[in-house]
């Protein structure tokens, strides 16, 4: 078992369940909680280097320039609704990037 992928893998669906987490609990900690995960999954593939890399990065990237200003806009003002526009841009970019992760993992369980 490849322990580097469970970590990257374990972030990467953290991402998306924390997020999904705000959307049912809105509060501010929730999303800090989801943005600072969204961050540790960003940072963790950076190092990834496989054929869809370019496309994981990008769009761990568009989760967290969702997840961010969403919580600055809910420190700052009262807008919810936007906040919780932006956790679901987040949550879609996030169920895009596992879509990644699996045609990548069924990739090279072919090649095997």
Do not use: C
């Amino acid at each position: 078992m490849n322990w580097g992928k469970v970590i990257y893998v374990f972030f990467a669906l953290m991402s998306l369940t924390t997020a999904a987490g705000f959307l049912y609990d809105k509060n501010e900690i929730a999303l800090f909680v989801a943005a600072s995960i969204n961050l540790v999954s960003t940072l963790l593939k950076i190092g990834i280097r496989n054929v869809l890399a370019a496309e994981l990065f990008a769009s761990s990237l568009v989760a967290d320039l969702h997840l961010i200003p969403a919580f600055v806009i809910l420190q700052t003002s009262t807008n919810d609704t936007f906040v919780y526009s932006l956790v679901i841009g987040a949550v879609i970019a996030n169920i895009f990037s596992l879509a990644l992760v699996l045609i990548e993992s069924s990739k090279t369980q072919e090649e095997f």
